[in-house]
């Protein structure tokens, strides 16, 4: 799943990003064997594609790294995440769903605006509340 306007440009970007991983022919061979699924995790329709149901890995990324937008980032981070982890419960080929927040790529002292092509420096510290005790710097702490 991606967001995007259309399923090329989801597949442009989705293939600029494996790049920096795998090099470009590797990264369009690569595109060539995965189903795209144009949408995000806060919108319902996405979700109950029935494409999904193939799905058996989640390598769930998606977040809003602006933690000054608490409203949004209260949407995507948190309810996008609870949204997208019920529907992983209903598919019946899921193996494995793994979740890479946002916190490991921003650290303690983010840049004002934080690229998908941003990688952590080797001097971030990744300790963040964010991840700290199951608590989200966008959503008021919560007992238990």
């Given at each position: ?31 060539q064997r995965v189903e795209i699924v ?13 494409r999904l149901d193939a799905v058996t ?87 238990g």
């Open positions: 799943m991606a967001r995007s306007k259309g399923e090329p440009q989801a597949r442009t970007r989705l293939v600029e990003n494996l790049t920096r991983f795998m090099g470009a022919d590797a990264a369009r061979a690569a595109i144009v949408g995000g995790i806060t919108d319902p329709a996405s979700l109950e594609d029935r890995h989640i390598l769930h990324l998606a977040a809003d790294t602006s933690f000054r937008a608490q409203e949004h980032c209260q949407l995507v981070n948190v309810e996008g995440t609870r949204a997208l982890a019920a529907r992983a419960r209903r598919m019946p080929h899921l193996h494995r769903f793994l979740y890479g927040g946002t916190a490991m790529i921003c650290g303690r002292n983010p840049p004002p605006v934080v690229q998908e092509s941003d990688a952590p420096a080797d001097a971030t510290q990744h300790l963040v509340p964010y991840n700290h005790q199951g608590r989200f710097p966008c959503s008021p702490a919560r007992d």
